[in-house]
């Protein structure tokens, strides 16, 4: 029986089509980073102090340092309080500066920062003090929208296809990512930032599909990992971006309106031809088959298009389909688990920028530049060792290095930095790796679901994440031992997977096994002939066309 990886090896399984798709694909992750993290860097800390000018109305000509010292109590260094004042009080300015003041209260009229700091997040919307914790649940709102878009767009793709819910959610960012650069209130900040979480989740779970659908089996790896390595460039064009755009305003739009760029992907972006023929739309998968063979320079014999017929009866799959069979179920939990821990790591090491006691933006830089050996080292890794040793042994080197940071002492900036970094590579190249892996565990009509239902488990560690750090209040080491924890448990676990490394996709949730690929199950055979009868005659490879 004639299996759709045949017609990839026909067509190509690498060739100029399916390299410009991946191109195509990777291009908008440039900006993810931006919406991930860019806001890290509009909230860097700043001196601030309570706006105390009510004595400006009985004393107008004190100087700044006169008022600050009559009007502001002073902590145990020295310093002038951020966060209380001393309650205003109807007496003469000469009786105060006899007497003094001393009942204090909160800020009541806002706060004083620095004149010549840029607009940011934190000044523009008085992000310190009782509201210094918005910061981190705003982190944890927009992860909420990757955790909605995960929910929504993982089902509806399988659905109604790839490339639409592709086009709605570059819609999506482009639109809400520029509006927040308007936005008058905090509160709509955050809900702004949901939508465009959901977007890129869009994004990146449809990324994932086309990316894996159309390629054949030795590529599938390769093509991941190289849409992940656009994701690594743009985390170091966020650090000079960032660097250079001080107005957090400017820098969204910056960092927002260049996905209006890719709207030109309505005319060449494809569907995937393996969802066509799943959802029995043959002849629109003949279409792009023989436009994809076209632009590789190859032909797909004509008795070979002739055979591609959908499976009967195919249904589009659903959440609760990933829990009637015993072995998808076993699957979904680990691989679930698995995403949740690299979610975890990932996000409390790149939102824990700031604490690591070296400059921001070289931070930034060297976590960008580590990400890029991280994800391209994967596609070696995954060939050589297989995907469920390199799951494995990355998740659990990732939660060993947060586990050390908590034993490093404060006053060891550079040795924190340095374990957050390999930290880092490792939690970069086991979510890659966690990808590919879903991507090939799962069933073709179940695809999008399952590596949504996964991207879900995710979120929900994304959202955690923020809320973690603040635990540091009570301990400054409880946020990394969490963050290194569950790493560890989803490493073990990973163990009980099984292996895809060299299988075709599964189109159905039939089989309990990945399957090897026919091509590499022929080539492996050390005679390829069987009662005088060629094997290889029946693997279809791709031949230019005269």
């Not at 949740?340 to 530049?369: E, K, M, R």
Request: some cysteine; overall charge neutral; hydrophobic content about 45%.
């Amino acid at each position: 029986m004639t299996e759709f990886g045949d017609f990839i090896s026909a067509l190509g399984e690498f060739g100029l089509y399916q390299k410009l798709l991946v191109l195509f694909l990777s291009l908008p992750l440039l900006l993810n980073p931006f919406q991930m993290i860019g806001q890290v860097f509009m909230v860097v800390d700043v001196p601030h102090h309570c706006d105390t000018s009510w004595i400006r109305a009985i004393g107008p000509n004190l100087t700044e340092e006169e008022q600050l010292n009559l009007t502001l109590p002073r902590d145990t260094d020295g310093a002038y309080e951020q966060c209380s004042m001393y309650s205003p009080v109807d007496r003469d300015l000469g009786s105060i500066v006899a007497y003094g003041l001393n009942s204090t209260e909160k800020c009541s009229s806002g706060w004083v920062y620095p004149s010549a700091q840029p607009p940011s997040l934190l000044t523009e919307f008085d992000l310190v003090c009782d509201r210094k914790d918005l910061n981190d649940i705003s982190q944890s709102i927009y992860m909420l929208g990757l955790l909605l878009g995960a929910m929504i767009f993982g089902p509806l793709s399988d659905r109604i296809g790839r490339r639409p819910i592709f086009l709605i959610s570059i819609l999506l960012q482009g639109l809400f990512g520029v509006g927040i650069a308007f936005v008058p209130h905090f509160y709509v900040y955050m809900a702004f930032r949901c939508v465009v979480g959901a977007s890129v989740s869009g994004i990146l779970i449809t990324t994932l599909a086309l990316a894996t659908e159309w390629v054949g089996v030795s590529s599938r790896p390769k093509a991941v990992l190289i849409s992940h390595c656009f994701v690594a460039i743009g985390q170091m064009l966020l650090a000079g971006l960032s660097y250079g755009i001080r107005n957090w305003r400017l820098l969204e739009i910056a960092g927002s309106a260049p996905m209006f760029s890719f709207f030109f992907y309505i005319w060449v972006l494809p569907e995937s031809a393996r969802w066509l023929v799943t959802k029995g739309r043959i002849e629109e998968a003949k279409k792009v088959l023989q436009k994809a063979a076209s632009i590789n320079k190859c032909t797909i014999p004509p008795g070979l298009l002739e055979q591609l017929k959908p499976e009967t009866q195919t249904k589009s799959g659903s959440t609760l389909d990933l829990f009637r069979k015993k072995h998808l179920q076993k699957v979904t939990l680990i691989m679930s688990c698995a995403w949740f821990s690299d979610s975890l790591v990932y996000y409390g090491l790149s939102l824990n920028v700031t604490s690591f006691g070296l400059d921001i933006y070289l931070t930034q830089l060297a976590f960008g530049a580590v990400e890029l050996p991280a994800r391209f080292c994967c596609i070696f890794l995954l060939q050589w060792f297989g995907r469920k040793k390199t799951q494995a042994v990355l998740l659990l080197l990732s939660g060993l290095m947060c586990l050390v940071i908590t034993g490093i002492p404060e006053d060891q900036p550079v040795a924190t930095t340095v374990l957050a970094i390999i930290g880092k590579f490792t939690a970069t190249a086991s979510f890659s790796t966690s990808y590919v892996y879903a991507a090939e565990l799962f069933p073709t009509v179940v695809r999008q679901t399952g590596v949504g239902l996964c991207s879900m488990s995710a979120r929900v560690a994304g959202i955690m994440a923020p809320l973690i750090r603040l635990l540091d209040q009570y301990h400054r080491a409880i946020p990394m031992a969490i963050f290194g924890s569950a790493p560890v448990v989803g490493g073990l676990l990973c163990v009980l997977l099984p292996e895809t490394r060299g299988t075709d996709l599964a189109d159905n949730t039939g089989a309990a096994t990945p399957q090897l690929s026919r091509r590499l199950e022929i080539l492996s055979k050390r005679d390829t002939t069987e009662d005088g009868v060629d094997l290889e005659k029946d693997v279809y490879r791709c031949s230019e066309s005269k």
